[in-house]
């Protein structure tokens, strides 16, 4: 069984800063890659973003619309995932999602997920 955690969200105004976490636990892959997805609201699973991956070795893709805002990282270590979140707009507003998978393939909703963690930006 394989579990992931997310941590973190909440509400910041326009601007602002957040960190999320996500712990994998469990009987996960060797060198497994992990991303961060959003569901914005209104939108529905199979509509859900792909905001951010990190290989194993710390190779990492941004979606255009966070790149230079937003930071993906890992702690192999302590199988911790992180969303470093800056100059947050209110179109960040979704729920974030943590994904682990075997394979540095992202063109499916596959692999293993969190329950998510809601993101509120608004003044």
């Known amino acids: 069984q394989v579990q992931l955690v997310e941590s973190g969200g909440g509400l910041v105004q326009p601007g602002g800063s957040l960190r999320l976490s996500c712990v994998v636990s469990?009987?996960?892959?060797?060198?497994?890659?992990a991303g961060w997805y959003r569901q914005a609201p209104g939108k529905q699973r199979d509509q859900r973003e792909l905001?951010?991956?990190?290989?194993?070795?710390?190779?990492?893709v941004y979606a255009d619309s966070v790149k230079g805002r937003f930071t993906i990282s890992r702690d192999n270590a302590e199988n911790t995932i992180f969303l470093q979140m800056g100059s947050l707009k209110t179109e960040d507003t979704a729920v974030y999602f943590c994904?682990?998978?075997?394979?540095?393939?992202?063109?499916?909703?596959?692999?293993?997920w969190g329950q998510g963690t809601q993101v509120t930006v608004s003044s």
């Open positions: 994904n682990a998978r075997k394979t540095d393939s992202w063109n499916a909703l596959a692999g293993y």
């Open positions: 469990g009987r996960i892959f060797m060198n497994y890659a």
């Open positions: 905001v951010a991956t990190v290989t194993w070795q710390g190779n990492t």
